[in-house]
């Protein structure tokens, strides 16, 4: 259409070539020119009615949005006629290809779907892979129970995740709930694999600003029983605080709740906290929160423990209504327990060559005998604990037997640790005299104090593993425990009181006399171990349970010469000093690291502590899973040696000694039998309700022949057969039977060969390095900065400009000074000196962000590009849509608005209007135009088209996005929601029938006991009757919610970003480099070498091919070629007429620098004769000399220096 013709139809003509800038304003000058004159004219627009218009009116109107404009148009024009603004095009393409990459790579998860296992300085394993990207990602609304072994990873898990789901933008807002003495280990983990700034909240901050509002509280870590008090969680709950998208609860067995006999649920506060972020009402205002979390992530080893009400209790949290009562979840199907549910267990983890993940534990049992001394100070100590907490007069006998345990273990501790007990004890008797001879205290009353007292206490190192343990005030709680139990005293009388004291002393004395020898057979035992060859120059850790045998060992050893070598962990330290200590046992020996670890069962709580291989127990618990807990610091993913070494520490010469001797030799044939680490796990529930502990006091207690007797029932309640129907059990309770979907000890097996094709597939979608290396040296010069090459891998930014390195300096800050003149686009090395570029990392997201807030006017412009492939000139456009679920405000689970999914959008258009998809990368294909005057004309030529019906196009664009794209994420969503409606709809309903009976049968029980005059049963009975009445409606509410949740589905926001006018090239060169027949020639001249070679080949050289093949639609290369021994290459082809240069685009050079070694350029010269010439170059971006030309060029003679014979 001719120029002159649009004139005809009263729009001006348009300039002439020389007037630079005219085609900008033409649609909008001539737009403002009509509204001026017309201010009518948007109302009637709206209207949608052009035939109430003057008819000069109306044609020149007709002339902008063309001869038959939608309603869909005259709406649009009239709310925005700046769209209608026509671009000129003669932006740099420089610019705007800089401008789209940035975005591009902002949106990497797009073009690689595992982008955060690409940046994450991990490799992670087959199940952390299947854990992620199988089951966590694809859940629009996360509720999930993850329950691997310990050591399995569960950290790395969630760090992936995290990092997955941040790069996606569904969420912002994380928190992160664990124990007090791992906040520590999350932020340090978190940081150093992930660089995810977390930050800790402690409970100081509860008194100055609010630390859950601004942006420094988008990602947050806080201990359980800090946010759980009552100062911190009032500051949770005001309203300026956002809600959090996700909220991880690690240790989560920890959030302990249990039914009494009414059927009331007895929650602890860390409980409460729990159901408040899930989202269950409360009508306690005290717990009270005006939102909850959508996403939230359970993690835990030891999610049953043999209790079924806590273990249910877990998964009320996910999914409250469904799972309202014991008997909704009983009646759960497996395959939807599935959905919510992981466990995999130390046997069924591999690597990805299926290779066990754990290496061999060597457990080692080491006997000593004690010396003539210390055997008497054992057998004096022995009769001590008989006489003085045996007695058949006790009225709390339990209790009794509660102190002699105490006393016995600490004296199979160390002589040290008996000597500050009876320390303590000589004090206490020494206090409690001097009461009774004041009268301060009456003599009758001592015993009934002491042993209500004893009677208010546990043992803790027996009722719980180590991570259920506190620590309160510098305390562990089994020190507490011991203090106030050997605080107790069971005489009724100043003579007995007087006489024990007596004792006391003559023992304290004796234990001086053992200690002040400085010659310890279990000490000599200790340094027999230190001193094998084969543990020389190796990190070694010595557990105790004791921080008293700590000090003992530490100022022992110190003494042999180990000052400045030893590190310490203990439960009175707080998370900054567990930090340091293990920071300090981590440091390798010849950088000044500890040689040797020294800790109590506080270090067996979640520290990974596997740069050792060998652990040593000196003292043995009498609980065995805290022998697991201990073992699995060390035997743990990351274990680098080819074996753990486990030295038990036992005294021959003991009764209880010769007992644990047995226990630990039929545990560890049990092991190697059944080939499962699983066996000490069990043991408290095949000893049919006698704890280790009871056993031991049996042996301490009882006669000599006592020993064999319990050495027999150890032997017939241990065996294989029984450890295994336990294990069988425990998978049945879990739904996890080897007829499972999913599940079984081969299951991870199963998945490998697939999993490697996968990984090999992501290796061609990778970003790194090439795609942000070259992101980075185009942006540089644009804000004033060079980039300068220290050819080590690593790079710096230099200015250009005076200043320019200030816009940088936010980001910069938050790196070690050291580190800030280092630039990399690899993951660093060990010394990290150097800050790692990628999409999500600040000084990354910084320079995008200085590149779209300065150019992004110049990308919406628009450029010209050159396609050396096209015919005719298009239009490309690059659009950002989102996919959104409203909120519906009656409806409290829809209370918000939920972003489901962000898209960036290649368009094409040709001159007649149609619209295709096209990658997003699509201007790295293309090279840049030349601004020159005959491209000027072309220009001109091709806008003569299109300008006429600009704003019909545009809105015509995003009708197509919205209509292909959007309808189409929209779809997906619905339809994956829709597929499974009605069974949640059934699961749900069932579920309100069993809370309704169950309300029926607690008001039954409440009603007679407020009968029998029972006042709180009566209080409950009130609140009961009201759960009753709310009932219908919580249940209406629920399947509504279910129902409206895909209806409240739609496309949202459609943003155009950049734009180009692309032109076919000219150039006779171009022509030649990609004639299609040359390139025919030259792909069967390649397949033809490979296949001869044995390999399979697939041709992946179009978008439909590549998809075939798994790749993305434009993978950088033209053949995927793989051989018998398992090697793949990526092979680039390009056919010459003749000898020339050889180009590529900008997307194959920056794969190629990717994949490196496993890229190919296959050149084949003279394609035009009877035998074409093949030079095959391997890894071209490091052979190779590249010459800028829109891609790169590389020389023909190059190309011959550099082939593979």
């Known amino acids: 259409m001719s120029g002159s013709g649009r004139g005809s139809r009263g729009s001006p003509g348009f300039p002439s070539p020389e007037e630079r800038r005219g085609l900008r304003p033409w649609v909008h000058e001539e737009w403002s020119r009509l509204l001026a004159a017309h201010p009518d004219l948007v109302q009637q627009l709206r209207e949608g009615s052009l035939s109430r218009l003057p008819p000069e009116l109306r044609e020149r109107l007709l002339a902008l949005v063309g001869p038959a404009p939608s309603p869909k148009v005259l709406a649009s024009l009239a709310e925005s006629p700046e769209r209608w ?105 978190l940081r150093r694999l992930f660089n995810l700034p977390f930050r800790i909240v402690t409970g100081s901050e509860a008194r100055g600003s609010n630390p859950f509002v601004g942006l420094e509280s988008n990602l947050l870590i806080v201990s359980v029983d800090t946010l759980a008090g009552e100062r911190l969680f009032r500051r949770l709950q005001e309203e300026t605080v956002e809600p959090y998208d996700l909220v991880v609860f690690d240790e989560a067995h920890k959030l302990s709740a249990s039914f009494d006999s009414d059927g009331r649920l007895r929650a602890t506060d860390r409980y409460r906290l729990a159901e408040a972020l899930a989202g269950i009402p409360t009508d306690e205002a005290r717990w009270s929160l005006s939102w909850s979390c959508h ?3 359970l993690l835990t080893a030891t999610p049953h423990m043999g ?22 979840f009983e009646q759960l199907p497996a395959k939807e327990r599935q959905r919510h549910f992981l466990r995999r267990v130390k046997e069924e983890l591999v690597t990805l060559d299926g290779r066990p993940l754990y290496p061999p534990r060597l457990a080692t049992t080491l006997r000593y ?10 057998e004096e100590t022995t009769e001590y604990i008989r006489t003085t907490y045996n007695r058949t007069s006790l009225l709390n006998r339990q209790a009794a037997r509660l102190a002699m345990s105490v006393f016995q273990r600490r004296l199979a501790s160390s002589t040290y640790a008996l000597l500050r007990s009876l320390e303590r004890r000589l004090e206490w008797l020494d206090e409690l005299i001097k009461q009774v001879r004041r009268r301060e205290l009456p003599p009758g009353r001592l015993r009934q104090l002491t042993q209500a007292a004893l009677s208010e206490w546990s043992d803790p190192l027996e009722t719980k593993t180590a991570d259920e343990e506190e620590s309160v005030a510098g305390q562990e709680e089994h020190e507490r425990a011991e203090e106030e139990i050997l605080r107790a005293v069971l005489a009724s009388s100043l003579q007995e009181l007087e006489a024990e004291r007596a004792q006391v002393a003559r023992l304290l004395a004796q234990a001086r006399q053992v200690y002040e020898r400085g010659s310890e057979a279990k000490f000599e035992k200790l340094r027999e171990v230190l001193r094998d060859p084969r543990f020389a120059g190796e990190k070694l850790i010595i557990f105790t349970e004791h921080r008293d045998t700590l000090e003992f060992l530490r100022r022992r050893l110190e003494a042999l010469g180990f000052t400045g070598q030893l590190a310490v962990i203990h439960g009175g330290m707080d998370y900054e000093e567990r930090e340091q200590a293990v920071a300090f046992f981590r440091r390798p020996l010849t950088e000044g690291g500890a040689r040797y670890l020294l800790a109590t069962d506080a270090a067996g709580e979640g520290v990974n502590l596997q740069v050792a291989w060998l652990l040593v127990n000196y003292d043995l618990p009498w609980n065995p899973a805290r022998l697991e807990q201990r073992m699995g610091r060390i035997h743990r993913y990351g274990q680098q040696h080819d074996s753990v070494h486990i030295v038990n520490l036992v005294a021959g010469n003991t009764r209880e000694g010769r007992v644990m001797e047995r226990l630990l030799e039929k545990l560890e044939a049990i092991r190697q039998e059944l080939g499962s680490d699983k066996v000490f796990d069990v043991i408290g529930r095949l000893l049919e309700g006698v704890s280790l502990r009871e056993y031991m006091e049996r042996v301490v207690l009882g006669p000599a022949e006592e020993t064999g007797e319990i050495e027999r029932r150890l032997e017939e309640s241990l065996t294989a057969q029984r450890v295994r129907a336990e294990q069988e059990e425990e998978r049945r309770r879990y739904g996890l039977s080897e007829g499972a979907a999913g599940t079984g000890a081969d299951a991870i097996r199963r998945e490998l060969p697939r999993l490697r094709q996968e990984l090999e597939r992501e290796r061609y979608r990778r970003l790194l390095p090439g795609y942000v290396r070259a992101f980075v040296e185009r942006a540089a010069p644009l804000l004033g900065l060079q980039v300068e090459d220290y050819g080590d891998g690593t790079f710096g930014l230099r200015e250009r400009t005076a200043g320019a390195l200030e816009q940088l300096t936010p980001a910069l800050e938050r790196y070690p000074l050291s580190c800030r003149g280092r630039l990399t686009v690899y993951p660093p090395g060990a010394d990290g000196e150097a800050i790692f570029l990628y999409p999500g990392e600040p000084v990354f997201d910084r320079l995008h962000h200085l590149i779209w807030a300065r150019y992004a006017e110049q990308a919406a412009r628009g450029a010209v590009f050159i396609d050396p492939t096209a015919r005719r000139p298009y239009m490309f456009f690059l659009l950002r849509l989102v996919v959104r679920r409203e909120a519906d405000a009656s409806l409290r689970a829809l209370q918000r608005p939920e ?32 601004g020159d005057e005959d491209q000027a004309v072309r220009v001109r030529q091709a806008l003569e088209v299109w300008a006429p019906l600009w704003p019909q196009r545009v809105v015509t664009l995003e009708a197509f996005v919205r209509e292909t794209v959007g309808k189409r994420l929209v779809e997906e969503r619905r339809a994956a929601l829709l597929q499974t409606l009605a069974e949640r709809q059934m699961f749900l309903k069932r579920a309100f029938t069993y809370q309704e009976g ?38 209406e509410e629920a399947l509504a919610t279910l129902s409206r949740e895909p209806e409240l589905l739609g496309v949202g926001e459609v943003t155009l970003l950049a734009q180009a006018l692309v032109l076919p090239s000219v150039d006779p060169e171009d022509e030649r480099r990609y004639a299609e027949a040359v390139e025919e020639i030259a792909m069967r001249v390649a397949r ?13 050289s179009t978008p439909a091919k590549a998809r075939a093949a798994g790749l993305d ?56 004769k009877q035998r074409p010439v093949l030079r095959r170059v391997r890894n071209p971006h490091a052979k190779l000399i590249a010459y800028p030309k829109g891609g790169v060029l590389f020389s023909p003679a190059d190309i011959q220096r550099a082939a593979e014979e």
Request: proline share 6%; with cysteine; charged share 25%.
């Open 295 to 297: 996403h939230l992530l």
């Open 85 to 189: 603004r026509l671009p000129d095009f003669e932006a740099d393409p420089a610019v705007v290809r800089t401008v789209v990459e940035g975005e591009r790579l902002s949106y990497a998860y797009l073009f690689n779907p595992t982008f955060a296992s690409e940046v994450a300085l991990i490799d992670p394993l087959p199940h952390q892979r299947i854990a992620v990207y199988e089951h966590l990602l694809p859940q629009p609304r996360l509720r999930f129970l993850l329950a691997d072994d310990a050591g399995a990873g569960k950290t790395i898990m969630t760090g992936l995740y995290i990092r997955e789901m941040l790069s996606r933008r569904p969420i912002t807002r994380v928190l992160i709930v664990s124990p007090a003495g791992l906040v520590g280990n999350w932020r340090h983990e």
């Open 998 to 1035: 169950e309300l029926a049968e607690r008001r039954r029980r409440l009603h007679e006991k407020a009968l029998a005059g029972d006042a709180q049963a009566k209080g409950e009975l009130t609140r009961v009757k009201a759960l009753q009445q709310s009932l219908q409606r919580r249940r």
């Open 307 to 328: 209790k079924p009400d806590p273990y249910y209790c877990l998964w009320r949290l996910l999914e409250p209504e469904l799972l309202s009562t014991p008997q909704a």
């Open 899 to 930: 972003l489901v999914r962000v898209v960036l959008v290649g368009v094409r258009q040709e001159e007649d209007g149609a619209l295709s998809e096209c990658p997003a990368e699509q201007l790295l294909l293309l090279r840049d135009g030349s």
């Open 1088 to 1100: 033809a070498y490979e296949e001869g070679q044995g390999a399979r080949v697939w041709d992946v």
């Open 1113 to 1168: 639609a434009w993978p950088g290369f033209d053949l995927l070629s793989r051989y018998p021994s398992g090697e793949e290459r990526a092979i680039e082809v390009k056919g010459r007429v003749g000898i020339g240069p050889i180009e590529l685009t900008e997307n194959e050079y920056q794969r190629a620098q990717n994949l490196q070694e496993r890229y190919w350029l296959y050149c084949v010269f003279e394609c035009e």
């Open 369 to 378: 005998e004690l010396s003539p001394l210390e055997q008497a100070l054992y």
